[in-house]
């Protein structure tokens, strides 16, 4: 069967019974019919996070055939609590973009699932449309003050970089004019809009401890600068207070249940690859105060997702995972051996071996983050035994353990070895883990450390514009932020062709872009584009919807 019709053959556990495994009870909870909830903020407490598991799922760099993080990280919050550990899997919301690009569904897969699936890949609760809305409101003040005659803040159209978004892949929005039809439509200039997962207001909700760190995040939004040079942000133009009145319920997380019939909290859904690639503070910090483990998981490779996980958000909220998880495929593995996609199922063990190089990278980095890591093996049916075996001594030749899951065939039974791996580590950790650097650190080193420690990167370039960004930001005196690289998920390095584990390479930093609500800054590498584009047959097109209402093609 499909992933939607394994999601539409599980009788859905009403929301309330979801929540009693969370010691919730249906007053707590903001319903969003019989099976979604909203669960209020006051539940997230950090007297209550004390001894509980936080448990960080990565990945090797993704490849076309997938590794399967998402789907391991809920069938692993499954295994916990069939072997009697209070679990809750935290995960960000998938954006519209990539389900009807070339992702597809975006929920899990096979019998390791978070559902319904049709609503959390679709609408949801509305969270997307509310961080739209609030980034646009901001564009539309902004302009709207360049436009004014008694109220402006002399603001330099020429130096404004907030874009408005929509939650969808165009690259026709990417670059436009706004502004045209005469003295009544506003002053024309150049523009263009990313995909909300890109928006700093996403990164804002992810970051935010509470309502009011909302608003100061939000007013800290740096906009550009007036004619005489004097930078403006968000609360010079107020507008931070309705911005938050529109995120009022966006703030909440979501409650809804795994394929397993286990709580699952589902919230935010910044991008890896242009921002920090994980769920919100506020939910994880709610997982732990409402269970004793949590698995949440960081998009994309180890180099990404997980680097911003433990260099921003971990910093900046007090956390600290207790163990981590690498997922990885035999498909995976080989493809980054240089094997053709095609060929990728086939049994082919010197393309295993080249692209262990890839795997071991990415275990490499995690142990220099103090971070003791399993592999888990996302298994096919047909995998070769063999192969799985030197896999399995290529781990131990690095000190770490391996376990094969079958979660897409077998849901949380299917990671019962990989729950024990996990849960001996986590409950023997006694350590926080190391920062890869200092946030007070010149922004240069930085992204140098990055690059070099966990890209590989023999050296960085920094262009003529990076290099003006890196004294504009000084100026500001915001060079005490971190660093979120903005680069391809596709390799270590800058150049999506680069498979494997790639050396003596030069990563070239084009520019360096502020979020000063966020609270970092964005390197931009490579082609990087904060709004993609449709593949030439995008998913969109093999989906449809029945008389009855009945959805297809989702997944």
């Known amino acids: 069967m499909t992933d939607l019709e394994i999601a539409r053959s599980i009788e859905l556990k009403p929301i309330t019974e979801i ?6 009870k249906s007053d707590d909870l903001e319903l969003y019919g019989k099976y979604k909830a909203k669960i209020p903020l006051p539940y997230a407490r950090d007297d209550l996070r004390k001894g509980k598991k936080l448990i960080l799922v990565s990945a090797i760099s993704p490849t076309p055939p997938g590794e399967g993080k998402t789907t391991t990280s809920i069938g692993l919050a499954d295994a916990l609590n069939f072997i009697g550990k209070r679990s809750v899997v935290v995960l960000r919301e998938p954006s519209l973009g990539p389900v009807f690009g070339i992702k597809g569904g975006a929920a899990g897969g096979g019998y390791a699932q978070v ?66 039809g005469g003295a009544t439509g506003g002053v024309p200039r150049e523009t263009g809009f990313d995909i909300t997962a890109a928006s700093e207001i996403m990164a804002i909700l992810c970051l935010a401890e509470d309502f009011d760190d909302l608003k100061e995040r939000l007013a800290r939004i740096f906009i550009g600068f007036t004619h005489d040079k004097k930078p403006i942000y968000a609360r010079d133009l107020r507008a931070q207070g309705a911005m938050a009145a529109l995120l009022k319920d966006a703030i909440k997380p979501n409650l809804v249940q795994t394929a397993g019939g286990n709580p699952a909290i589902i919230h935010g859904g910044p991008f890896a690859n242009i921002a ?59 493809y980054h051996g240089e094997v053709a996609l095609s060929e990728v199922h086939r049994p082919n063990m010197t393309g295993l071996k080249l692209g262990l190089e890839n795997l071991e990278k990415h275990v490499e980095n995690m142990l220099k983050f103090e971070l003791k890591p399993v592999v ?49 580590i986590a409950e023997a950790n006694r350590v926080k883990f190391k920062p890869l650097y200092e946030w007070k650190s010149p922004v240069k080193d930085k992204i140098q450390t990055v690059a070099r420690e966990i890209y590989g990167a023999e050296a960085i370039d920094f262009t003529a514009q990076a290099k003006r960004d890196l004294r504009k930001i000084e100026q500001l005196g915001l060079d005490h932020l971190p660093v979120c690289i903005a680069k391809t998920q596709k390799s270590l390095s800058d150049n999506p062709k680069l498979l494997g584990r790639p050396e003596n390479f030069v990563v070239t930093v084009r520019q360096i872009e502020i979020a000063a609500g966020a609270g970092f800054l964005i390197p931009i590498t490579g082609d990087i584009m904060r709004m993609p584009g449709l593949p030439e047959v995008p998913a969109a097109v093999h989906m449809d919807i029945s008389e009855n209402g009945q959805i297809t093609g989702l997944a």
């Open 19 to 24: 929540a009693e495994a969370l010691k919730l």
């Open 376 to 424: 888990a093996l996302n298994h096919f049916e047909g995998d070769p035994d063999d192969e799985i075996d030197v896999v399995r001594s290529a781990c131990s030749n690095l000190g770490v353990e391996l376990a094969v899951s079958k979660v897409w065939a077998k849901g949380g039974q299917g990671a019962l070895e990989l729950a024990e791996k996990v849960s001996a």
């Open 115 to 180: 559902l319904p699936m049709e609503d959390i890949n679709l609408h949801f609760t509305g969270d997307f449309a509310a961080i739209e809305k609030a980034n646009n409101l901001l564009a539309a003040m902004i302009d709207n003050n360049i436009q004014s005659r008694n109220h402006t803040l002399g603001i330099d159209p020429r130096t404004v970089l907030w874009k408005r978004v929509m939650d969808m892949n165009d690259r026709s929005l990417r670059n436009v004019i706004v502004g045209l």
């Open 276 to 334: 920090q690639g994980t769920n919100s503070v506020i939910a994880t910090k709610m997982g732990l105060s409402l269970s004793d483990y949590v698995v949440t998981e960081a998009g994309f490779g180890f180099d990404l997702g997980a680097e911003k996980f433990l260099d921003i958000k971990c910093v900046s909220a007090g956390l600290s995972p207790a163990s981590a998880v690498l997922v990885a495929t035999l498909r995976a593995i080989k």
